[in-house]
């Protein structure tokens, strides 16, 4: 099966940059992807990291390393408007017709003070 | 382009009693999941629909829990009879095909059951 850890909440500055961290364990790793949610709103998709090292976009950066089984999600600038859950879902474990299952962690509460 | 559309937004109901959900997803895309949110945590997948065929529904709770993809567009989650343990949000989601990394949620429907 997979399991993810991720910290419950972050708080940070505006402005700022801050890190939020994911550990996984999968049975078969295909990749790692990030999305956003704000609070009463639909999960949206920010990134995803299939081959290690780090992918930009825009204020918002990942990283991967599949030998750690870790990745990070960089947000650079911190606007009040970042303020929400950050989950991270790794891809891994085949479940059927050419795909593999995507599970989620249990979300990173981000909250942007002035 | 419109999104992935749900319907009802809310949705309280006493336990025993049968509730629906409607998802419409993204034109053109093929690939159709129902999730669970529970309060607090990351969404957990129901069951994924590749045009009209459930291909995994490992997930769903099979003696109260049923849905369908009629002509592979529209779905329909169903349970019967609800459960209290059954109070969650639940999310339909889309994307192009299997293997497509970003998936796109609808708003969800927010169901209690009293």
């Known amino acids: 099966g997979q399991s993810l850890e991720q910290p419950s909440e972050v708080t940070a500055v505006e402005g700022a940059i801050v890190q939020i961290n994911c550990t996984y364990q999968?049975?078969?790793?295909?990749?790692l992807s990030w999305y956003q949610q704000h609070d009463g709103g639909a999960p949206t998709f920010l990134s995803y990291?299939?081959?290690?090292g780090l992918e930009e976009t825009g204020r918002f950066s990942s990283f991967l390393s599949r030998s750690d089984s870790y990745g990070y999600l960089l947000l650079q600038e911190l606007q009040m408007k970042d303020s929400a859950s950050y989950f991270c879902?790794?891809?891994?474990?085949?479940?059927?017709?050419?795909?593999?299952?995507?599970?989620f962690g249990k979300g990173t509460k981000l909250s942007v003070i002035p | 382009e419109a999104g992935v559309v749900q319907s009802p937004r809310y949705k309280i109901i006493e336990k025993k009693q049968p509730v629906a959900f409607w998802c419409n997803p993204i034109?053109?895309?093929?690939?159709l999941y129902w999730y669970r949110q529970n309060l607090g945590q990351g969404p957990e997948l129901l069951i994924r629909?590749?045009?009209?065929?459930?291909?995994?529904d490992s997930q769903l709770p099979k003696d109260r829990f049923s849905a369908e993809r009629l002509k592979g567009v529209d779905s329909t989650l169903k349970i019967q009879p609800a459960e209290l343990g059954d109070s969650a949000v639940y999310l339909c989601?889309?994307?192009?095909?299997?293997?497509?990394?970003?998936?796109?949620f609808g708003p969800g429907t927010r169901l209690t059951v009293t």
């Open positions: 999968t049975s078969g790793f295909y990749g």
């Open positions: 629909y590749e045009n009209e065929e459930a291909v995994d």
């Open positions: 990291n299939a081959l290690d």
């Open positions: 034109s053109g895309h093929n690939t």
């Open positions: 879902a790794v891809r891994g474990g085949y479940s059927g017709a050419g795909s593999y299952q995507l599970t």
């Open positions: 989601a889309s994307s192009l095909g299997p293997t497509d990394h970003e998936q796109y």
